[in-house]
């Protein structure tokens, strides 16, 4: 099904009194543009005809030029309406569809005879609007000193938030009144070892807020190509978020030329927070696919030599030998081990052992090339070169072996931040991979960017980061971008970009913990834009058992750490724990064995951002079901219909839930498993621990199968 | 020949009184070397009893360390001494010897535990020292706020200086003392796209100096690898330069990594002009060369599509169509011509057979490729792509033709200083020019530098513009390199790098015009470090008879440019005016065809930086041999013998010297050509007009051919 259909009504002016409307298709949510009497434009929105965003001004203030804010007239609005539907190369349901209203709205400035569009598409479940520039003759560079796109909230929302930072996104998130954000910035902004906040009511996107009237409301972006990361400031008196974008060290936000567009501003809406979980708007405002064979890009399962650096278990480095290393220089080959290092070939093998004994795809090593002594903290330019191992990791063998056991390898490129050493490595880096089997590479920014005076998210990283990325697609390599700015849909285009990290990561619960309802709230905020790396899977909570000099503690369940694999979304899933782990809790450990990482539809069932999230998905290409519930910190009762299968087929479901006793933090390691016999009439009651959740796999058997299980 | 003479005499405690000397292999230079009270390294030089430097401070500030200035003690001082030869790929002659007395000194900062060496070298020529840090505990990353290095000068010298600048090298000369350059600095910084002035006693090395009793004194630095540019501050009453890093935008100079040195800081002194500029002490402290084989690095002699554009003839540029440029987005295909676009394939073709005709290696085309409309001055990333021709110049096509006529293509990559994406493509960029048959490439780096914040001559771009001649290297290719940093005698260790632009060249005389005498200064200074691309020959003085919009004048005789061939050693010289012109003048073009480009042995037969320089010199391989002459503003009359000759040979040499009447204003185009036969008994009388010269073939001959010919 793919639908255009053309409504041009060209209107040649519009007064300040003259407002423009468009509908969604199913006409729930309004926008009205129009230009105030400076000749600024303005657009507004409401839903089911409650305000969501008051009037609003939209411009641009550029370096050195007239600003593209004032004196605009309408020279021209057209309206079209797109419905279409496209299947995802992988993702949370097969099809896509893509339907919206869209009203292009070309505004002249007269006095410096400039052309602005704005483009606004609203779909029903948002409104997503972008700057265009079309080829001209008074507009060809231009700097962006500030993007001055406003979103007037109506009321003193709740918000949850993170500081707003130029070089993290790492944060625990905070929920508040917007009026609150002030008092509680401060101690929102904890320690991170590359960091720079910029105002005390500055918070970062995917921002999820809810109205007192029970309206929930997403702000983000969508398709950040070339453009700086867009954070948003708020005016705590009026209630008014204005695009903050990130800025280079000189101050200025984002070099354009025309024929260009900004990345699309996004505003999800509905009554009803299932629906924010849903909504595919973001990824429908990027462009299609830009690689037609996709048959190389897979999801993958994988398990790794990471948890035990992360905890201090052991190290990523070789020797103690160097106080710093000279690539090149620095001989490693009579250097004296440390005893530590995570990477060695044999220790590795273990782990290809066990990713084939349990069905793993691939198998992540972390510190397997030599520069780890000294890769941190020192702006170090040529850091790693990204191909050389150290002496006790034998890539041949190593590759060999895995191949034998039909486990992937998974490439690890730490960057410490050095882009330029980065590129400079690229192809080489690239073509080792391809060499040696690697299909997949996971990336990393740790640390203060060089070329020094750059930040993570300013527009010359974003434009380093899909670099990266499209560099990889040439050599069908797969990219897991650790650091790299928060994904805002682009995997559409680029689908090898099959995970980022971007947030706070489960590698915090080994740092001093995170916040025991994180992981309600990621799936309204960094997940609006993409999948994210997670590496959930932890069944060990307390750290000291790893490391004793560790006292750090996992705030979560055995059972919530199962949900995870259903409720955050991912073609990548890491089973992070160390196998030890696994072998010790290994009925536990079959749900992660058995959950599918591709679905043909995803239904969410219950969600409350802080509070809960609970979704029923279907395996693609098979009839196997499954849930994830992950709570936060209150005990809870979850009731769920199982209405989403198939009313022909007989399931066995078997429920991984948090036993009674059950608490992130002093019962982590309670659960209990169960089997029962469930249909599409089956409902269930499944009470959830504070931090905890419930993983059920739905697996259609013969009716004769289920002799003798209860019945749901 | 190659010995090395150890002569270890290790002393392990010098106090304050107590100095180290150290001298020279003929005895003539002598240094001292010595703590003082408070344990600072101080070194002072003499030349035949002469003091050249006074006792003067050694030692770096570091940022956020102690620093390594003080609480020094000695833990030992070795002596050696080294003597070999070796040839150079290309040069002015065919062996250098390389013959010092070295001494090293092990400093030990008790307090903190470190150790720093020091290296002196000292030749017959001069000095150089460098700073040395081993591998050791508790001095790893570090990172230099300044460099503290001093040359107390005696007294108030004569210098002829540019100002220091972070960006530009390109400004005209000036002779003045010591105590008039703040004075002077002001209307010496003359306007440049790309330039960061830093102090008014701030001067650029290479500086030549001389002193009120007629000592020359050069100050530069050699093998500068992964290190800032050095700049000289003076302290103009003390009479005391201090060695000025180029800084980054954080304000730090340079990263370090123990174990590393850093560039050796050279003094040349002489008494005799002539011995500045015959020194070899820059490449004899630079590493022998890196690639082994060096059979495909070529000297060439060349035209090209370019001084055109440099006075406005014609354009880089091939359309008017827009206001700004995407590379793969503007479609050249279907814009509208110029009409004044340079590389076109008919127009190259004619070079091409202008080249052939007359004997020329290559062909430099500039213009070449997309992106020419808006490539400077929008700090615009993606400025080139260094592969896709315009739609009228046919790669292919002139390739074939080029090499039907057994002419070589030069490539010209412009960055506009964009280093990322210059980065980007380098691979492929090199790629391109192997697959069509360029084997040399002048890049540019003209504007400010991307990243933004860095300098020209920063270490992170020090590093790029060697990064580009490695890599370039890989591929059998050689650069000349235009705005990259001054050569430090690196073309020993890289001598694919066959020449720099790097100070002011003779474009600058389509732009108003260099001063007359500025060819006497450069030999003394810019071309201490290796040879330039000063691309002389031209012989229409007249800009506005190229195109009447342009005004400026080349202050130059056509005598004058003649000389440059000779006088302005480089393997790689450009005959750079338009065919046109040179068949105007097809008696005088006959020497720019004649002279030899690579050398056995060079003779500098008289010199005065600011006044004269000439030279003859042997080409390699044959017995001919050149004499050029540069003169300053006032007319003089040149004496030289022909005593370098071969006493049993005969010669008929080929004089092109100034007409009586030429001026380089007033009659720059009067010239005359006589050929006399000489012996090495002749002597020569010639007098140059003020900004003239002469040059002069010498070729063998049967003693029958010079009948008729008066004898010199």
Not at 97 to 111: D, F, G
Not at 272 to 296: H, V
Request: glycine share 6%; hydrophobic share 35%; net charge negative.
């Amino acid at each position: 099904m793919k639908k255009i259909i053309l409504v041009a009504c060209t209107l040649f002016s519009i007064g300040a009194a003259n407002s423009q409307s468009l509908n969604s298709p199913n006409g729930e949510l309004e926008m009205q543009f129009s230009l105030n009497e400076s000749g600024a434009p303005i657009y507004s929105l409401s839903y089911a005809e409650k305000s969501i965003i008051e009037p609003s001004s939209l411009g641009l203030d550029l370096k050195n030029q007239e600003d593209l804010l004032e004196n605009f007239t309408v020279a021209g609005i057209e309206e079209t309406s797109y419905d279409e539907t496209w299947e995802p190369v992988w993702g949370e349901q097969k099809e896509i569809r893509n339907h919206y209203n869209e009203m292009e709205v070309k505004l002249l400035q007269e006095e410096t005879n400039r052309e602005m569009i704005i483009r606004f598409r609203l779909f029903d479940d948002g409104l997503g609007f972008r700057y265009e520039f079309s080829q001209q003759k008074n507009l060809g560079h231009f700097v962006i000193a500030n993007e001055k796109t406003e979103f007037a909230m109506t009321g003193d929302h709740t918000a949850f938030w993170i500081p707003g930072d130029y070089d993290t996104q790492e944060y625990d998130y905070t929920e508040s009144k917007l009026s609150e954000i002030r008092g509680l910035m401060e101690n929102s902004i904890t320690a991170n070892v590359s960091q720079t906040s910029f105002s005390p009511t500055g918070v970062q996107t995917s921002l999820m807020l809810k109205t007192d009237d029970g309206l929930y409301i997403n702000l983000h972006e969508a398709a950040l190509v070339n453009y700086p990361v867009m954070h948003l400031n708020l005016d705590d008196e009026k209630f008014v978020f204005e695009s903050w974008l990130t800025p280079n060290l000189e101050g200025d936000k984002a070099y354009m030329i025309a024929p260009s567009t900004t990345p699309w501003r996004t505003i999800i809406v509905s009554d009803d927070a299932r629906e924010i979980l849903a909504s595919k708007m973001t990824y429908n405002l990027n462009e299609p696919s830009e690689i037609e064979d996709t048959s190389w890009i897979k999801p993958m399962k994988y398990v790794g030599v990471w948890w035990e650096m992360i905890t201090g278990k052991s190290t990523w480095s070789y020797t103690h030998d160097f106080t710093a290393v000279q690539l090149g220089e620095t001989d490693y080959e009579t250097a004296t081990p440390n005893s530590t290092h995570g990477a060695t070939t044999e220790h590795v093998k273990d782990y290809i052992d066990f990713a084939s004994e349990h069905g793993f795809d691939g198998v992540l090593v972390e510190g397997w090339n030599i520069g780890w002594e000294d890769w941190f903290g020192h702006s170090k330019d040529y850091v790693f070169d990204f191909v050389t191992p150290y002496p006790d990791f034998d890539v041949e063998e190593i590759q060999e072996y895995a191949e034998n056991k039909n486990v992937k390898m998974i490439m690890h490129h730490e960057t410490s931040s050095s882009v330029r050493n980065y590129e400079r490595h690229l192809d080489t880096a690239y073509q080792f991979m391809k060499k040696y089997g690697y299909d997949a590479v996971k990336s990393g920014y740790v640390g203060d960017i060089l070329p020094r005076g750059e930040n993570h998210y300013s527009q010359w990283l974003v434009n380093h980061y899909l670099y990266a990325v499209q560099k990889a697609a040439d050599y069908e390599i797969m990219v897991n971008a650790h650091e790299a700015a928060r994904p805002t849909g682009l995997a559409r285009t680029w689908p090898n970009l099959i995970a980022n990290e971007s947030a706070r990561g489960t590698e915090y619960q080994a740092f001093g913990g995170s916040k025991p309802n994180h992981v309600t709230v990621l799936p309204f905020t960094r997940q609006i834009g993409g999948p994210m790396d997670y590496t959930p899977g932890i069944f060990e909570m307390d750290i000291s058992k790893l490391n004793p000099e560790n006292t750090s503690h996992v705030n979560s369940t055995i059972a919530n750490q199962l949900a995870l694999y259903v409720t955050m979304y991912s073609p990548l899933q890491m089973a992070a724990d160390l196998p030890v782990n696994y072998n010790r809790f290994s009925d536990a450990f079959q749900f992660i064995k058995d959950v599918a990482l591709d679905w043909d539809e995803s239904i969410y069932l219950e969600a409350e951002p802080g509070d809960y999230v609970t979704v029923a998905r279907k395996e693609k290409g098979d009839d196997n079901w499954f849930v994830g519930n992950v709570n936060g910190e209150e005990t809870r009762t979850s009731k769920i219909k199982f209405d989403f299968l198939d009313p022909n087929k007989t399931y066995i479901a078997t429920i991984y839930s948090d036993s009674k006793d059950a608490h992130f933090r002093n019962n982590p390691q309670a659960y209990e498993i169960r089997k029962v016999r469930v249909t599409n009439k089956s409902s269930l009651s499944q009470t959830s621990a504070p931090g905890g959740g419930y993983a059920i796999s739905v697996v259609p058997v013969e009716k004769s199968e289920t002799r003798g299980l209860k019945k749901l």
